[in-house]
């Protein structure tokens, strides 16, 4: 069964410091693994994914992730954190090679950039 | 924004009744799939249709049912409303050329 981990409800930093927000998973065999984001009120938005290659893959708005695979982790990093990056994000994962395209979501992490 | 409109935006029902929500999908997606958001919770599949049949479904009650049309348009009906059916639903469409999901922005049912 697949699974995913965020383990902290909450990330606390500071405008232009660093951020990470961390998520472990478990598959069955390669997974593609993504980062979406959702602003109050409003759907998911695509951020990232990792499908195959580069262990470090970059998307939207300056964020990145790096896929760990004996760790079995994807942390979400950003190297200055905005403001305006204030809201929940989710970890997703589904098996590669698969035509079914279930996401399985951890509980997402709420981030707050304080000025 | 995604191409992905949902309709309506919120909805309050009563215990009982039953619920229509509507999806339209990207421009080319041939792939819809419905999740539930409750309160503080990551998203949980539904259901996924593919080309009008439904090809797979996550522990979910068969009240919950839906359709996709030939225009890969899509709907979610949920039967015998329970309070507990409150939540964000909320719609994704996808294609077999891309590997990511892209998601509407939600139906906030009310169930009381």
């Known amino acids: 069964a697949q699974s995913v981990a965020q383990p902290e409800d909450q990330v606390n930093v500071a405008e232009g410091n660093p951020l990470t927000v961390k998520c472990t998973y478990s598959?069955?065999?390669?997974?593609?693994l993504f980062w979406y984001v959702q602003y109050p009120n409003r759907g998911l938005q695509f951020l990232l994914k990792y499908i195959t290659g580069d262990n470090l893959v970059k998307g939207s708005y300056g964020f990145e992730a790096e896929f760990n695979k004996s760790q079995t982790s994807f942390h979400l990093k950003k190297p200055s954190a905005l403001v305006s990056d204030s809201a929940l994000y989710f970890c997703?994962?589904?098996?590669?090679?698969?035509?079914?395209?279930?996401?399985?979501f951890g509980t997402g992490t709420r981030l707050l950039v304080s000025p | 924004e995604t191409g992905v409109t949902q309709s309506p935006t919120h909805l309050i029902k009563t215990r009982g009744q039953q619920v229509t929500l509507r999806c339209s999908s990207q421009?080319?997606?041939?792939?819809v799939s419905w999740y539930q958001q409750a309160l503080g919770q990551g998203p949980q599949f539904i259901f996924q249709?593919?080309?009008?049949?439904?090809?797979g479904r996550g522990n979910f009650p068969p009240r919950f049912s839906g359709l996709q049309f030939p225009n890969y348009s899509s709907e979610l009906n949920v039967n015998a409303l329970e309070l507990d059916d409150s939540a964000l639903y909320l719609c994704?469409?996808?294609?077999?050329?891309?590997?990511?999901?892209?998601f509407g922005q939600g139906t906030r049912l009310t169930v009381v």
């Open positions: 598959v069955s065999g390669n997974p593609y």
């Open positions: 994704a469409s996808s294609s077999e050329s891309n590997t990511e999901a892209f």
């Open positions: 249709y593919y080309r009008e049949e439904e090809n």
């Open positions: 997703a994962v589904r098996p590669m090679n698969t035509g079914f395209q279930k996401l399985v």
């Open positions: 421009s080319g997606h041939n792939t």
